[in-house]
């Protein structure tokens, strides 16, 4: 017969090592997720100027796997390739209020369902919650592309978004949009996915060969070690382009924009952003306040930090900048 004694022993054995597993199970460290796109059956393009630039598919559907995730999240991509649960036709009727939204993987809804990003959350809510003379109806459109710098999110809007039409467009903009140039950490990247499939390779970068986003991660570090060593006139010089192509949007297109932000940021790129707003009338600048919502493995907004932004600028288009309506 075995002894209690020994089968307790086991037993607690057994019990500190599940607890084990599980506290390190819910504290690993975040994940840098700069170019979440390995998943995505995306299409490239053949411009050579955005030598990186791609469309989404249209009419399908592709999930995006996370190892912290309870189940795969599925984007819907519509008749025009933007990730949307609902087809727009290009021309509207006067009587509907079309809003585009464009930026990044927070704006595009990286690791959420498409019906939970703050876009669709906010078609939503105006659409239940507010009623305007002359506007039976409210559209968002959401352009948001994962690793888009501001540079190519032009591009993205000149492609995808002038030919909407938009009554205006809600610009999610962050600081790394202006200060990540795609070109140069996309090239690396593609460096260090050739490194990790050589032997040897993974050990010497101190990464997990079965991180899908190793590479990525390794070349947004690198990056911005030499970011951050060139002085502050230096760093300006760099980002000049990114300026130039955001200040350029804004004189070409005249079309009311709103550009937010997260009062995260840092200041001096905040204080760029809203520089844009001088330029011309009908604009405005808007700071999403603090989101503790984030994905715990991740720093990408989950569905309750992607309701939080949604109900800030819905809050804030209703009291700035369709003043007259009216809510339900």
């Not at 170019?35 to 559907?61: G, I």
């Not at 464009?102 to 690791?111: A, H, I, N, R, V």
């Not at 948001?144 to 909407?164: I, T």
């Not at 009908?282 to 989950?302: K, M, Q």
Request: charged share 25%; with cysteine; aromatic share 16%.
């Amino acid at each position: 017969m075995i002894n209690k004694s020994i089968i307790a022993s086991i037993c607690i054995e057994i019990m500190v090592i599940i607890s084990i597993l599980i506290f390190f199970y819910f504290h690993r460290q975040p994940v840098l997720q700069i170019n979440p796109l390995t998943n995505f059956s995306v299409r490239p393009t053949a411009d050579k100027q955005f030598r990186y630039y791609y469309e989404f598919p249209s009419n399908s559907v592709d999930y995006g796997k996370a190892s912290w995730l309870r189940e795969d999240v599925m984007y819907r991509y519509n008749a025009d390739g933007l990730h949307e649960r609902f087809n727009y036709e290009i021309s509207k009727d006067s009587h509907t209020y079309r809003i585009i939204t464009l930026g990044d993987s927070f704006t595009f809804g990286m690791w959420v369902n498409t019906e939970d990003n703050f876009s669709e959350q906010l078609e939503d809510r105006l659409n239940t919650s507010l009623s305007c003379n002359g506007i039976s109806k409210f559209e968002v459109i959401n352009l948001g592309a994962p690793g888009f710098d501001v540079k190519y999110m032009v591009k993205r809007y000149e492609d995808k978004g002038d030919p909407y039409h938009p009554d205006l467009v809600i610009w999610f903009m962050r600081g790394e949009n202006i200060f990540m140039d795609v070109e140069q950490y996309r090239k690396r990247e593609e460096f260090y996915k050739q490194e990790l499939q050589s032997t040897g390779a993974a050990e010497q970068y101190h990464v997990d060969i079965a991180d899908q986003y190793a590479a990525s991660t390794l070349s947004i570090k690198e990056y911005m070690v030499a970011y951050n060593k060139l002085s502050k006139e230096q760093q300006e010089l760099f980002i000049q382009p990114s300026i130039d192509a955001i200040g350029k949007w804004v004189r070409q297109y005249q079309v009311p924009f709103l550009v937010a932000t997260l009062a995260s940021e840092e200041d001096r790129y905040k204080a760029m952003m809203k520089s844009f707003t001088n330029i011309r009338d009908h604009s405005w600048y808007y700071e999403i306040g603090a989101i503790d919502t984030f994905s715990p493995h991740d720093y990408h907004p989950n569905i309750q930090g992607h309701a939080k932004i949604a109900d800030e600028l819905y809050t804030y288009f209703s009291s700035q900048i369709l003043t007259t309506c009216k809510r339900k």
